[in-house]
């Protein structure tokens, strides 16, 4: 049985936490829905907000909804370097000790010391896919992309979730090294 | 027998004709050599170029001697989509129906209408490695770079000559969607 699911490319963005939202928007603002996400109840904002690390800054970065526990910034190695944040590779959530960043706002300015990270690939599973397919929440998986720049991407996180929809999550980087855009159809092979 | 080749991470550069180079930098102009490279015989120049496109600009694109055939610039995907140069995937010198680019120098500007791509990843074998591992010229293989953001790099060009030294070549997104860096080592398993 062929295991494919699509990719989904996730270009650098930000979760914040209400606290972060009313310091960068004003007392009491709440995130407004642009469209939604692959992922059910997740939406990219029409908000965004200026990021600003020691080497370099991204005046827009679109913020992801809704308001979340913890501030958490994804970029791209690329962006790591253009900013000179230096962001681990990390799952989303785990950001213990990870960068900082200055985030403005247009009613204000915050400093993170820790909520940076290069998101590390992950394909959400909504757990019937998973059974169907014998994987566990946090399995490793290898998978195929094809096309001339083809790659088997190894240590792909699986996750499982009643909430969750099909989908692999690549960032910018690991989309231009394989040709992969969202939408195209990768295959677990292990 | 374990077949192991060190890794080398191209950043954008330029090659350029030596009419080119009198182009941008001045009649009789002779490329000046900054450091050597991997590869014998060619070197990094002190001399830089800018680089344009119709989306954005690289103001100093670093020149890679010594001056060959036909003007060549090599870029990323991320540099693609910075600059709105639509690079094809290409192996090097073949440049037919590429992009364009106007390229500047301290002594003119340059308008080149094909010449830009995204080199197509590859690893220069000298004879004697290709013989002892049963590699043929233009072989495509498979090779794997371990770590964290591990993954297994298909169509990866072979490229046989006496005159080449054993070095894999990716750019920098494929470095930094795998976590290779310069002098890692990478395997080919196929």
Known sequence: MSKTVPVGVSARHIHLSQ?????LFGQGYQLTEF??????????????????????????????????KATQLEISRTDAFATGIKAPVRESGNISGSAGVTITGPAGEV?????????ARHIHFHTDDAEKWGIQDQ???KVRVGGER????ENVIARVSPSFALDMHIDTDEANASGAQTGDAAEIID
Not at 19 to 23: G, K, L, P, T, Y
């Open 19 to 23: 606290e972060h939202v009313e310091a």
């Open 139 to 141: 399995q490793q998986l």
């Open 111 to 119: 400093t993170i010391e820790e909520g940076v990270i290069v998101a």
């Open 150 to 153: 083809g790659l088997v991407f």
């Open 35 to 68: 469209k939604p996400l692959s992922q059910p109840g997740q939406f990219a904002a029409n908000e965004t907000v200026a990021v600003s690390g020691p080497k370099g800054s991204f005046p827009k970065v679109r913020i992801l909804g809704p308001a979340r």
